[in-house]
């Protein structure tokens, strides 16, 4: 089957590529539009050759799907094709519309002349693959848009619409609408003023300024994202389209790309790019599901989640009707959202009229009754299971058939949530990430009786508000947090051993944590977990078993909301100070229970933290509450912090090797009987590692 149409208008020879659906540049895609381009060439009755991909991508570039193949590298690759167009002997204009990236941009800047449509989206985003442009990218797009522009767009991944880069060399014309034909009349209007064939490779670069620019990135840089190489790599091979002449600088681009694409880093991240896809498709739930509408949404609850959580459907012009039970919570509600945009105004990300506009689709009401229109409503109530049950008895009674009833819970079991209403196949559960108009992760809780296209739609949902949507089935914790108990409990076990807290911090965060686990319970406060620790042991005398926060919270430590936590803070200042009350309580605490400290190495306690989560994410997988391990990957990255050059906990895994983290788990098991109580072994861990087969 050919990958790009070729026809004649006119005398010109427009060659349309088909390789959806984002047209990426596939073997059999360059294949066929060398071929295309040199019948063309060849052809008397053709002037000039216009190339051009779909309305909704010229090229989202290179094949992701042929990296790691024999495909990548096989003849004619992306670099042979450009130099083909390069070196026509006929004028070659690229008409550009939808996203015109990556390898598709180079394509494009191999062309004589561009024309884009104005709301085209133009980019080099191979540094969020941790890669660099590697087909002559880093060489001619600052030839086109001047050194600085390339050098941020290339280091950042940034996309730009084509209209604000009208005024540069890359675009020849920028138009509204069918830049087909434009494109197809400037070829012709080429032709007829016997143009020059301008080749982007040709234009100079003046070296001046260009040392003090690319120091002032490089500074950046270095002080940017821990352990990703990509972004400095790409500064050195910009830096060379200044300081070499361009075919060595090609060559030098060439070296640094493949050194990226052999590097973990970039792996980890080209996991994550089709992982973070592979998440919303559904096994047993049909790509082609009918969706049910979603034009109007009822958020209960104006705390801080209720309002973030508002915050999302009005950024994206859904109107949201907030209920709460008083107004003065309401009106604390709206003016939280609207200090929220304010600030984010002040920041220059949205305008003055953007806020009205988002304030103007927000409404509030005390009555149930005002729900009888939503097509979705999600209750951000406390976390009580009476206060649900009543919740969802008022939205049953209220709500119109057909509409989504979701629970932000993230410690309750929906599936007794569900069981409140007469139909909870309507019911879902949409957890949010504190805060919500920030925080990407959305975990979707599917209940036993959950619809399908009520899962369906609530993913589409999710993926049009901007979060990076997890199906997740029902247990204590569902992904995220269940892992993170695991974290949490190893990191204390870790303590116990002889680590102090700051230690722990420290090697998690050099390992990429923004933040280590002690400093994290200092920002969200520790007597929210205090406060469930004391109810599970009313609950349960027997099983509780206390743990060193306790004692912090005893204390009247809990964290930086009282001055005091794991660490000390000076008033007004967050920075953590390491607190000998703290070191004493520890201490005091390992002696009550016979424990001599020893010395915990940093990689140690990166792999009982990392492990941990391993063998929870491998338990859930196991349990069927996560589709695939991918899964578990992004509800990581995207609610708990893990580094983006790792990969995720479950493909760090892979790459550390199955056999040694199980290995290492069965030795933390053995010191004690506390830890082999900790470190009960998933058995699909340990089958997989005798296997050496990947957790899918
Ligand atoms: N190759 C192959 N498939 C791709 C693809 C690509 N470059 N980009 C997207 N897809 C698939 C994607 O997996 C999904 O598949 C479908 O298209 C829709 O994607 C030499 C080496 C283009 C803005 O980094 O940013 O060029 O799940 O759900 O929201 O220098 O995809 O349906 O089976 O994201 O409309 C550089 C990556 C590559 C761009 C479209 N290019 N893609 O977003 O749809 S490296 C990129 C995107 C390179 C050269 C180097 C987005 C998009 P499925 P989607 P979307």
């Avoid at 012009?317 to 984010?344: C, H, M, S, W």
């Avoid at 949205?350 to 009401?365: D, F, K, N």
């Avoid at 936590?565 to 390491?578: D, S």
Wanted: aromatic share 6%; proline share 4%.
């Amino acid at each position: 089957m050919s990958h790009a149409t070729y026809e004649i208008k006119d005398r010109v020879a427009l060659i349309t590529f088909q390789n959806p659906p984002v047209n990426g540049m596939s073997y059999a895609l360059r294949k066929n539009l060398v071929v295309f381009v040199d019948q063309a060439e060849a052809d008397s009755g053709v002037d000039a050759i216009v190339i051009t991909g779909s309305a909704r991508a010229f090229s989202g570039g290179a094949d992701v799907t042929e990296f790691g193949t024999p495909k990548v590298l096989q003849q004619p690759i992306l670099r042979v094709v450009i130099e083909v167009l390069e070196n026509v002997t006929k004028p070659v204009v690229a008409a550009i519309d939808g996203v015109c990236l990556g390898g598709g941009l180079e394509l494009a800047l191999g062309a004589h002349y561009r024309v884009a449509a104005a709301h085209a989206q133009i980019g080099l985003p191979e540094v969020k693959l941790g890669l660099l442009p590697g087909a002559g990218g880093t060489q001619r797009l600052p030839r086109v848009v001047g050194l600085e522009k390339a050098l941020h767009m290339i280091t950042t991944g940034q996309v730009i619409k084509a209209k604000a880069l009208a005024d540069t060399a890359l675009l020849d014309k920028v138009v509204e609408t069918d830049v087909v034909g434009a494109a197809i009349a400037f070829a012709k209007e080429v032709v007829a003023q016997n143009l020059p064939l301008k080749r982007v490779r040709d234009i100079e670069i003046s070296p001046e300024g260009a040392n003090e620019i690319l120091q002032a990135a490089r500074e950046k840089l270095e002080n940017g994202k821990k352990g990703q190489i990509a972004p400095l790599k790409c500064l050195d091979a910009v830096q060379a389209s200044v300081f070499m002449p361009f075919d060595d600088g090609l060559k030098f681009e060439r070296e640094l790309f493949l050194q990226l694409m052999s590097s973990p880093e970039s792996a980890a991240m080209r996991h994550i790019f089709s992982a973070e896809r592979a998440a919303t498709k559904i096994p047993d739930v049909p790509a082609d599901t009918l969706l049910r509408k979603v034009e109007k949404v009822g958020v209960i609850g104006a705390g801080t989640m209720g309002g973030g959580i508002s915050m999302n459907f009005l950024n994206v012009g859904i109107p949201v009707v907030l209920l709460e039970q008083k107004q003065d919570a309401l009106d604390r509600g709206v003016a939280t959202i609207r200090r929220n945009y304010e600030n984010t105004m002040k920041k220059g990300r949205i305008t003055a009229e953007q806020v009205e506009e988002r304030m103007a689709l927000l409404s509030t009401t005390l009555s149930y009754d005002d729900f009888a229109d939503v097509d979705l409503a999600i209750e951000a109530v406390f976390e009580n299971m009476d206060v649900k049950k009543a919740v969802f008895s008022e939205l049953d009674r209220v709500m119109k058939k057909g509409a989504i009833l979701a629970s932000n819970t993230s410690t309750l079991d929906l599936n007794v949530i569900a069981g409140f209403t007469s139909r909870p196949e309507d019911v879902i559960g949409l957890h949010f990430f504190s805060p919500a108009n920030v925080m990407k992760l959305l975990e979707i809780v599917r209940g036993e009786k959950t619809a399908k296209d009520v899962l369906a739609t609530s993913i589409a949902l999710g993926k049009k508000i901007g979060k990076k949507p997890v199906v997740s089935g029902v247990c204590d914790g569902f992904i995220g947090n269940r892992m993170l108990y695991a974290y949490r409990d190893a990191a204390d076990n870790a303590m116990l051993a002889g680590a102090s807290p700051s230690q722990i911090d420290k090697a998690l965060e050099n390992f990429g944590f923004a933040m280590g686990p002690y400093r994290v319970a200092d920002l969200a406060g520790l007597d929210i977990g205090w406060a469930v620790r004391k109810r599970r042991a009313e609950a349960n005398p027997d099983a509780y078993v206390p743990v060193v926060a306790d004692r912090i919270c005893e204390a009247g430590r809990f964290g930086q909301k009282t001055g005091a936590g794991w660490y000390k803070y000076e008033a007004g200042n967050r920075t953590p100070i390491v607190d000998p009350v703290v070191e004493n309580i520890v201490k005091e605490f390992r002696e009550a229970r016979g424990i001599t400290p020893r010395v915990v190495s940093d990689q140690e306690i990166v792999n009982r933290c990392i492990f941990a989560l391993v063998n929870e994410g491998a338990k859930i997988l196991e349990e069927g509450i996560a589709l695939r391990a991918s899964d578990i990957d992004i509800v990581y990255l995207n609610g708990y912090g893990f580094p983006a050059h790792r990969g995720g906990p479950m493909h760090y895994a892979q790459q550390v090797g199955l056999f040694n983290v199980v290995r290492a788990i069965k030795r933390f098991a053995a010191a004690s009987e506390a830890e082999a109580r900790f470190w009960k072994l998933a058995p699909l861990l340990e089958k997989h590692a005798e296997s050496n087969e990947p957790l899918k």
